[in-house]
């Protein structure tokens, strides 16, 4: 009773980790409650003590990374690389500096003309 009791705990604390990490987009408090949700649930259904669930879940999580390392290793060539939201907010911001650079220097010509123009027809007549 009392290791389903804990269980159930842990698993409640485990999706408030979640959601929190949600609220707050921390990724690793979200993580680390699915974590704990899951050791919980390791406990409540097979009725293994805390230790014995996280070293199961600690296991299966570095098996889990060892075949997706091997996986993504396989499919490498066929990833296709996109440039990071903040590399684009760069690249853009660049874009608009240089342009607006264009255009201030096309308004200054533009104004410099006018001017040498009004001063051309003010000294004949």
């Known amino acids: 009773m009392n290791r ?10 485990g999706v408030l980790r979640q959601q929190l990490g949600r609220l707050t987009d921390d990724q690793v408090a979200q ?8 050791i919980g649930q390791l406990q409540e259904k097979y009725g293994y003590t805390r230790s014995e669930a996280s ?10 990374a ?8 396989d499919h490498l ?3 296709e690389i996109h440039p990071s939201r903040a590399q ?19 308004v200054a010509a533009l104004f410099v003309v006018r001017q ?3 001063n051309g027809q003010s000294q004949e007549s």
């Open 55 to 64: 070293e199961m879940a600690r296991d299966l999580f570095e098996q889990y």
């Open 31 to 38: 993580l680390q409650g699915t974590v704990e949700a899951f």
């Open 116 to 118: 040498f123009q009004g």
């Open 88 to 106: 684009r907010r760069r690249r853009r911001a660049t874009w608009i500096r240089r342009t607006l650079t264009v255009l201030g220097v096309a």
């Open 77 to 79: 060539p066929e990833i």
């Open 4 to 13: 389903t009791m804990n269980a159930k705990i842990r698993q409640a604390r």
């Open 66 to 73: 060892h075949s997706l390392k091997e996986s993504v290793r």
